[in-house]
């Protein structure tokens, strides 16, 4: 099941300068996408959120894109520090509630 | 910072045991998820609960398993009969609405030999 692909498994950013991680999805009856940090022995985090009227939504650092006819999101974090460094998931759910499909995940690494 | 506890954080079982994993959600939430994540695989959903029934639950929420919320403040998962393939990171999450963000707790790593 690949409803939601993160292509790239890892990333490597110099901290100060902008990290950008990937999500594809399938199912067009997602509605509801959202973006979760984790670090080790944590549960994921809630990052930032975006719905399917919306192709962007900022917080802070933290900018989420949406591209619904190619079916793509994106999480941009601006500047990157090293304390962002962890894994990173987008999720997807249908309007009909929280049933929450998450992508394999992003190791961002950011280097001081 | 409310937040979304779970208990045991380690739990080791032999095949064919019973296993109740515990959480307690935040408590002003109504929506209540486990999720769970295989060692190197993808975080998947297994069962939402609300109103104090199933909402939701995935083909991996086979009869092995049950939820229960037997007071007011828990929320637990319960694998009849474990085996091998059961061995995993099992996630409590809750959330004030079904339309909004999820809260997961740290997670009950179980491990079946």
């Known amino acids: 099941d690949q409803q939601v692909k993160q292509n790239s498994p890892s990333l490597s950013v110099q901290e100060g300068r902008i990290s950008i991680l990937n999500c594809d999805y399938t199912?067009?009856?997602?509605?509801?996408f959202l973006w979760y940090k984790k670090y080790p022995a944590e549960g994921p985090t809630f990052l930032i959120s975006?719905?399917?009227?919306?192709d962007k939504n900022e917080d802070g650092r933290f900018t989420v894109f949406l591209n619904k006819s190619a079916k793509h999101l994106s999480l941009h974090i601006v500047p990157s520090q090293p304390g962002d460094s962890a894994v990173y998931f987008c999720?997807?759910?249908?309007?009909?509630?929280?049933?929450?499909?998450f992508g394999g995940g992003t190791r961002l690494m950011v280097k001081p | 910072e409310p937040e979304v506890t779970q208990t045991p954080s380690h739990q080791v079982t032999q095949m064919g045991q019973e296993v109740i994993l515990r959480c307690v959600p935040i408590?002003?939430?109504?929506?209540f998820y486990w999720y769970r994540q295989i060692l190197g695989q993808k975080v998947e959903f297994l069962v939402s609960?609300?109103?104090?029934?199933?909402?939701?639950k995935s083909e991996i929420f086979d009869d092995q398993f049950s939820v229960e919320r037997p007071d007011g403040s828990n929320f637990t998962l319960k694998i009849r009969s474990t085996k091998l393939e059961d061995s995993a990171m099992y996630f409590c999450?809750?959330?004030?609405?079904?339309?909004?963000?999820?809260?997961f707790g740290e997670g009950s790593r179980l491990t079946v030999l």
């Open positions: 999450a809750s959330s004030r609405s079904n339309a909004g963000e999820l809260f």
């Open positions: 199912n067009s009856m997602f509605d509801y």
């Open positions: 975006i719905s399917s009227i919306k």
């Open positions: 999720a997807a759910s249908e309007s009909a509630g929280n049933m929450l499909t």
């Open positions: 408590s002003n939430h109504l929506y």
């Open positions: 609960f609300y109103n104090n029934e199933i909402s939701e």
